[in-house]
């Protein structure tokens, strides 16, 4: 069936480095990539997402890159700070026009101050 | 102000006696989902509802049901829990359409089945 496969499973970096998650999905209908954070104890939240049309999509700090033809697309954070200390989930869209996710199994990262 | 309300926040109970747990939005949400987070395992899919009386099975549909009576309400039920069902459940809601399928969570309940 349809997964997504996600790596590192935890992530230490030093505050001010860059982070860069990676995921993997099966599915190549999917054509929607969102990543929520998930701060301990909290609920997740989407911090962003792209669709398959789009290869690259920033928001300050934030990255996200799409490569349709390997399908598998990166989570980049620049400028690491303690607060984004988390977990981090990607997401695939099964199947285009399909409202259900399927949910990479989470990135620990670790901001080191 | 816009929220996703789950009730309750903790549960303990033991094998076999019927629970419910409920999940309210105020954001006139067409879309409404559950979802279970195991460590190591993510968030998988429970069911979810495109609209009022609309509901499909999602990854790990097993164990529970779900109703959507009310455009705002979509109810979690565990008719004979089992210790395999201990887990964090969060339900989720979205606007359907407009490009973007963001969803918003609600703060999380954490079941255990003795």
């Known amino acids: 069936g349809e997964n997504v496969e996600q790596h590192p499973s935890t992530l230490s970096v030093q505050e001010g480095d860059s982070a860069v998650i990676k995921c993997t999905y099966s599915d190549s209908a999917s054509n929607y990539f969102p990543w929520y954070k998930q701060e301990l104890g909290k609920r997740p939240q989407l911090i962003i997402d792209i669709r398959s049309n789009v290869g690259e999509k920033k928001d300050q700090r934030i990255a996200v890159t799409l490569n349709k033809t390997a399908k598998h697309f990166s989570l980049h954070i620049t400028e690491t700070q303690p607060e984004d200390s988390a977990v981090y989930f990607c997401?695939?869209?099964?199947?285009?026009?399909?409202?259900?996710?399927?949910f990479g199994t989470g990135t620990r990262l670790k901001v080191l101050a | 102000e816009a929220q996703v309300t789950q009730n309750p926040r903790y549960l303990i109970t033991v094998t076999g006696k019927k629970l419910t747990v409920t999940c309210s939005q105020n954001m006139n949400h067409e879309y409404m989902s559950w979802y279970r987070q195991d460590p190591g395992l993510g968030l998988r899919q429970i069911y979810y509802s495109m609209n009022v009386e609309v509901t499909d099975k999602g990854d790990v549909p097993e164990g529970y049901k779900v109703s959507r009576k009310e455009k705002r309400n979509f109810p979690l039920i565990l008719e004979s829990p089992s210790p395999n069902q201990t887990s964090l459940y969060f339900c989720?809601?979205?606007?359907?359409?407009?490009?973007?399928?963001?969803?918003?969570f609600g703060s999380g309940t954490q079941l255990s089945v003795l």
């Open positions: 997401a695939a869209s099964r199947g285009s026009g399909t409202y259900k996710y399927i």
């Open positions: 989720a809601s979205s606007f359907l359409g407009g490009g973007e399928f963001k969803l918003f």
